[in-house]
């Protein structure tokens, strides 16, 4: 069910799906019955309880959703139907004072963010960087939200994505995106124009002085992940960032 999961800090967690925990995503033509109980069952796998992971209707923007304790959505972008609820977010980013938070992607990054918050709850993050959001700026926006809510000390984990070596894009959009972050531009292991979502996305990090504790691999080459670059007709993989208890990561 998670190709990686961990305790990143005391009692806050971190994850990744695979595709043993199977499409996430209700806006890829599968049946929405069934997306729902794959995520009811990640929801247990994690202990959460009563909570819920909240979704968000993932636009390749740079929009950052605020998700309050009681569940609310608060962003400027209008709410969509690809989540459990029908609050979801229209963004690409959403950040909770400790409220459970997914990211979905199939190629895109995704980030998880965790700062240090008040007494009660560390202030929680997640981020869908694909090319478009990268040059958009959603990483930093994102961190400067957490960091308006008083976070200090973030952390990233960033999870499995498209390398730069299987990211081939037009020699001109190259262009376009390595002007805003040069850090991307690449050249694929054919030799022809790319770029190295990952490695843009840790630049922007580490231009924000938030330290990068974790990097996952590649979507396209391991067939245990969903890669739209790989077969178009496929699912989502989610990032996961929730609090739990610290031995067993069960959901406070």
């Not at 007709?233 to 609090?243: I, K």
């Amino acid at each position: 069910m998670f190709s990686w999961r961990a305790e990143v800090r005391p009692g806050v967690w971190a994850a990744f799906t695979n595709v043993a925990a199977g499409n996430l995503a209700l806006h890829v033509g599968d049946n929405p019955a069934a997306v729902r109980r794959r995520r009811e069952m990640l929801e247990r796998a994690a202990g959460l309880g009563s909570r819920r992971f909240r979704f968000m209707n993932q636009v390749h923007g740079s929009e950052v959703a605020l998700i309050s304790s009681a569940g609310t959505a608060l962003a400027s972008g209008p709410a969509h139907a690809d989540a459990a609820t029908a609050d979801a977010p229209t963004a690409d980013a959403m950040v909770s004072t400790g409220e459970p938070l997914a990211v979905m992607v199939a190629d895109c990054v995704p980030i998880v963010l965790v700062g240090e918050g008040g007494p009660a709850e560390p202030v929680l993050g997640v981020v869908h960087a694909g090319r478009p959001g990268l040059a958009a700026g959603v990483v930093p926006a994102a961190v400067a939200r957490m960091r308006a809510l008083g976070a200090a000390d973030i952390g990233a984990w960033i999870g499995p994505s498209i390398c730069g070596n299987c990211y081939e894009v037009p020699e001109a959009m190259r262009a376009d995106v390595a002007a805003i972050v040069p850090a991307a531009w690449c050249t694929t292991a054919q030799g022809t124009p790319g770029l190295d979502l990952p490695a843009g996305v840790r630049s922007q990090l580490e231009a924000e002085g938030v330290a990068v504790e974790y990097s996952g691999g590649c979507t396209r080459e391991d067939e245990g992940l969903y890669s739209y670059r790989r077969n178009s007709r496929t699912g989502r993989f989610a990032g996961l960032v929730w609090t739990g208890d610290e031995a067993a990561g069960v959901a406070k």
